[in-house]
Each structure stands twice: as structure tokens, then as C-alpha cells.
């Protein structure tokens, strides 16, 4: 029974090719590439720096269905790293007297994405995956669930601490948001092309842009909580707000010469301990903006290099004895 069904799935197949029908295939891959994050610390007015600052890895696998000679779906897991930061953002000297640069967050979150998406092929493949054109374009479109976990690092442990059981934000407490959600839908859009190796491999080269729905992929969305909230948890209370760091914590650097000129150019103070003087301005006072807008989601996205496998299209089956 195996042997008739793999000769009949191999003869409807010579058949199709014939007769100049589109011959169903698959394909695996593997890829590799950066990740990029945009929110509350890498803001869109700013695309070069926000794209190029802090731009991380990504690695993922795919499995992919081409039905027709244009239209495909793939399933994909994709493994990244997005981070951001306040100081390496702002501290050249056009933005190192801003309100960002004073609030010296920063964050990386390890993000575990699956992926179903739709894909359409700009230029068509002929009747099999071996008579494939050498070059082709494509667009794909889908849906995602991501799990994430944004950590921030301890200067005096030297670990990488999960923000979100901290309530930084006093999420959880009365009068505040409930703590938000590890695993989030996004939406993935993009764009691709591919190059013909030979005819089992190609490369493919894409950039897949992210919608999601969340403000959390940084830890940071609403306003500075009060710290009475974190009195019996100093953890929770020095995440919260680290606009009075005297260091940058990822870089180690001082910040004292700087917080000298934000204080000149935003309140007209003059002072030789900025650290001590910010709190007094109301800045990060509890109910002010910890994040930049209250409306605008975190987005991130993939760029990466594809190589892919044209899997059998047939059963082989073993020869009897």
C-alpha cells in the first residue's frame, strides 16, 4: 500500500509538471540578524539613532508551504534580544540636557516569537520549486504571540533583574494598573527577497517590522509611582526611578557634568550637587510622565538572512524484499 500511494503521488506530480501545473513544495530555514526596538527609549523622531544605537541579534527557524505560484504561508519561531537606553540615546551634546537623558532608564528583553504568515510573491514561481526564477521579491503579512521579560541591570549584584514583579510603575497596588502581561500579539509586516543557489537551496534577506500592542516591552508607559509604595522593597524603589544615579549604569559613566547643564537649561539652576538638587525641581515627582506618551505601543524589528531547504515533494518509498 505505502508503494502504490508514493507512486501515485510521484506520477500525479510528473503529470502536474507536464502539463505546465504548479507543483505544490515546502521549505525549511534557518536564519540569523538584528533586532531593533522602538518606544519609550529609542523614539521614532529620531529613526537613525534609534535604529543604530542599540540594535541587538536575532536567530529563528521557519517552515514554509508554497501553494501556488505565488501565494505561501510559513510558520516561524524567531529568538531576540531588543535593549534601549537613556544615556547611550542622549549624551552627545544636543541631547544630553533633555528630559530623557536626566531619567537614565534602560532595559533588554530576551523576546520568544511565533509567527503564522501569509506570503505573496511579487515574481511568481514557475510550475516546481526547481524551475523557480533566480531572483525573487516578496511580501508577507501575519500574526504574532510573543513572549517577553524586560530586565534591567543591578549596579551592585551585576545581575539582570525582571522589572515586571517590581511594579515600577506601582502596578499592582491600589489606585494603580494591574502588572502587564509577558506574552503579547503583534502584528508582523514585511518585506523580502531571495537568490537562487541552486536547485534545493536558496538565501533570502528580510525586513519584518513588528506592530504590537503593549507599551511594556521597556517597562516603562504611565507615570512615576509614589515611593512609599516600594518602603519595604528597596529593589523595587531604586528601578523605579534612576534619574539620581550619579553613573549610567550600563556604561558606568558619570553623569554629574551633564545633569549640571539639564538643570541650567530646564529650571535656570546653577548647582555644584545636581544630584540632590534634581528631586527638588518636581522632576520624577510621583504622578509625573515616566514614559513619552501614554498612546504610542513599543514596536520592534527583524532584519535577518535567510538559507533555505526545497524539501522532497514526494514520498520515497523502500524498495521491497
Known amino acids: 500500500m505505502i508503494l502504490t500511494f508514493g507512486l501515485l503521488l510521484t506520477n500525479r506530480n510528473v503529470q502536474a509538471q507536464s502539463r505546465g501545473i504548479f507543483v505544490p513544495y515546502s521549505t525549511a530555514g534557518i536564519g540569523i540578524g538584528t533586532s531593533n526596538y522602538y518606544g519609550d527609549m529609542a523614539p521614532y523622531r529620531r529613526p537613525l539613532s534609534s535604529t543604530f544605537k542599540m540594535m541587538r541579534w536575532s536567530i529563528g527557524g521557519n517552515y ?3 501553494f501556488t505560484p505565488r501565494i505561501a504561508a510559513r510558520a516561524s519561531f524567531t529568538y531576540a534580544r531588543i535593549a534601549g537606553d537613556d544615556y547611550i540615546m542622549n549624551r552627545d551634546s544636543k541631547h544630553d540636557a533633555s528630559i530623557f537623558y536626566a531619567r537614565n532608564l534602560h532595559f533588554r528583553n530576551d523576546l520568544k ?18 524551475r523557480r526564477p533566480q531572483f525573487g521579491a516578496y511580501l508577507f503579512a501575519g500574526i504574532a504571540l510573543t513572549a517577553h521579560n524586560p530586565k534591567a541591570l543591578d549596579t551592585l549584584k551585576g545581575d539582570w533583574v525582571k522589572l515586571q514583579p517590581l511594579g515600577t510603575e506601582g502596578q499592582g497596588n491600589e489606585g494603580y494598573a494591574k502588572p502587564y502581561s509577558l506574552v503579547q500579539f503583534a502584528i508582523p509586516v514585511g518585506i523580502g527577497v531571495r537568490y537562487k543557489i541552486n536547485s534545493r537551496f536558496d538565501i533570502s534577506a528580510e525586513f519584518g517590522f513588528r506592530k504590537t500592542f503593549t507599551d511594556y516591552l521597556d517597562d516603562t508607559h504611565g507615570n512615576y509611582a509614589d515611593p512609599a509604595l516600594f ?22 559613566a558619570d553623569r554629574t557634568e551633564s545633569l549640571k547643564k539639564f538643570l541650567r537649561a530646564n529650571y535656570n539652576i546653577d548647582s555644584n550637587d545636581p544630584l540632590a538638587t534634581l528631586p527638588t525641581t518636581g522632576f520624577a515627582a510621583p504622578g509625573s510622565f515616566r514614559g513619552n506618551s501614554p498612546t504610542q505601543k513599543d514596536n520592534y524589528l527583524f532584519c535577518m538572512i535567510h538559507l533555505n531547504y526545497m524539501l522532497p515533494a514526494q514520498i520515497k518509498c523502500p524498495p521491497l524484499k
Open 113 to 130: 516569537e511565533f509567527s503564522v504568515q501569509g506570503i505573496y510573491k511579487l515574481i511568481p514561481d514557475n510550475r516546481s520549486y526547481d
Open 231 to 252: 518602603a519595604d522593597n528597596p529593589l523595587a524603589l531604586k528601578f523605579s526611578n534612576r534619574s539620581t544615579d550619579p553613573v549610567a549604569v550600563r556604561k558606568g
Open 64 to 66: 514554509t508551504r508554497h
